[in-house]
């Protein structure tokens, strides 16, 4: 017995020490489980997330693809369209001013 | 003011009359010429002209003295690659593939319509005038 009139149980010490050491062991046991499990977890969901962005890349890249497709074929409907009323033009200009060199009005 | 400078080669009389009538027709007068039209009966009179003038489109008839069928087309190529070419074919439409894959922009059978041709011809040239390279992807 000390001054204060406690008696220091040294075995009793021991014994709690030891078990908040265990304790405190465990908490970080679990927070280390924890902290792996959301690591995997966000590793997943990372992976997820790529491989969703993949898909949509490729998705993307496929319909730009067929759009570039789509707009050749329209470009070359309307070049050939084109040069159809260019060649048409010509010559009905060739024609109208054929007609009013022979003496007939240039509009028939 | 836009021209043309195409060529006939055909050695059948009555039909280089024809279309030398609808060249001449086709041109107002001297100094507003639109259509300039130059006249061959063989491939090698072709080669010359095509060597020495100014030409955007051949009307090519395939029935030659040295040239026959879609061969024509073929050495036709060799010396105007890059130039409007119209087909022209007395035997029907029978030989329409091989002339095209030959390198023809297009096949017309006799007898034809020559305002048709002309047109198909002056058509040809302003496809290949316009520029429109690089889209090739479909």
Known sequence: M?????????????????????????????????RDSRT????????????YLDRRAERALKQADKANQDLSKLCLKLRDELAE?????????????????????GDL | MVT????????????????????????PHESE???HCHTTETLAGAEKIVGEQHIDGVLLDL?????????????????CPDKAIVAISGHGDDMRNEVMAFGADSFMTKPPDYRGVMKELLTQIEKRRLPIAGLMTA
Not at chain 1, 19 to 32: D, E, N, R, T
Request: proline share 1%; net charge positive; charged share 30%.
């Open chain 1, 2 to 34: 000390d001054v204060t009139g406690w008696t220091i149980d040294w075995k009793n010490v021991a014994i709690g020490v030891t078990s908040l050491g265990m304790a405190l062991i465990g908490i970080y046991a679990a927070f280390l489980k924890l």
């Open chain 1, 40 to 51: 995997t977890k966000d590793r997943k969901d990372t992976r997820d997330n790529q491989n």
């Open chain 1, 85 to 105: 009323c260019r060649a048409e033009l010509a010559l009905a200009e060739i024609e109208r001013e054929q007609a009013r060199k022979a003496g007939g009005r």
């Open chain 2, 4 to 27: 043309y400078d195409i060529l006939i080669v055909e050695d059948n009389t009555n039909d280089m009359e024809l279309a030398k009538l609808a060249a001449k027709f086709m041109v």
């Open chain 2, 33 to 35: 010429q639109r259509l």
């Open chain 2, 63 to 79: 029935n030659l003295p040295n040239g026959k069928g879609a061969d024509t087309v073929r050495r036709c190529r060799t010396f």
